[in-house]
């Protein structure tokens, strides 16, 4: 693809569900964020991956948060158990290895009811 | 704590004039500076970045400026149109997370007809 996809783009969750969002990076890129983005707010980093191997999940929020890439391309994030203070965009960004231009993707409107 | 710090939340500016958004960093490690612009409903994209090695970028209407001493960094969109109207991000990166971007929070940005 041109660019890098996330599905679902909206997704609506009950207090307590599981939710699972998915990132198809740029094809051949090596490195893949995970971004939050609360409204009004900056986005602000979540997980860093290398090929398969996470390098950073220093940003996510709480043990309820798990990112993985097993295979090097597609990454799925998982949030447990939601709670209202998760909803925000969560962002997916790509890019080349040491290369510092971050393409992202349209995002994923998560709201927690 | 805000390693980033932008200016002004919020900008009008009639079609024509000139948009300038600023930038405050804290961390002396960061060694890339970019800025991106996001429009409601989409990702970020990359706009203009800029290195601490020079004082000022420039890429048609958008300039960035930067004053290393001060560490401090600018936006300026020359002669701006009505479809620049969007929400504007400064980010840092480098030291020794230097996958890592963080980001301002942002600047809305309205330019009137």
């Known amino acids: 693809g041109a660019g890098v996809s996330q599905s679902p783009r909206y997704k609506v969750a009950k207090r307590g569900q599981d939710v699972a969002l998915r990132c198809d990076p740029i094809?051949?890129?090596?490195?893949l964020f995970w971004y939050q983005q609360a409204l009004g707010q900056g986005p602000e980093f979540l997980t860093y991956?290398?090929?398969?191997?996470?390098?950073?999940k220093s940003g996510l929020p709480s043990d309820r948060f798990f990112a993985e890439r097993p295979e090097g391309s597609v990454s799925t994030l998982k949030i447990q158990r939601t709670q209202q203070e998760d909803s925000a965009v969560y962002l997916c960004a790509s890019t080349g290895f040491r290369d510092p231009f971050l393409f992202f993707g349209p995002g994923t409107r998560l709201t927690v009811l | 704590q805000q390693q980033v710090k932008q200016s002004p939340q919020s900008l009008i500016v009639q079609k024509g004039g000139i948009s300038i958004i600023n930038c405050a960093y804290e961390n002396t490690a960061f060694d890339y500076f970019p800025w991106y612009q996001q429009f409601p409903g989409k990702g970020p994209a990359l706009l203009i970045a800029i290195r601490p090695d020079v004082s000022e970028k420039k890429e048609g209407r958008f300039t960035i400026s930067f004053n290393k001493s001060a560490k401090q960094f600018s936006l300026h969109i020359m002669d701006s149109q009505p479809g620049d109207s969007a929400t504007y991000f400064c980010?840092?990166?480098?030291?020794?997370?230097?996958?890592?971007?963080?980001f301002g929070k942002g600047t809305l940005l309205t330019v009137n007809p």
């Open positions: 980010a840092a990166q480098g030291g020794g997370s230097n996958y890592k971007l963080t």
């Open positions: 094809s051949g890129h090596v490195s």
């Open positions: 991956f290398q090929n398969e191997a996470q390098l950073d």
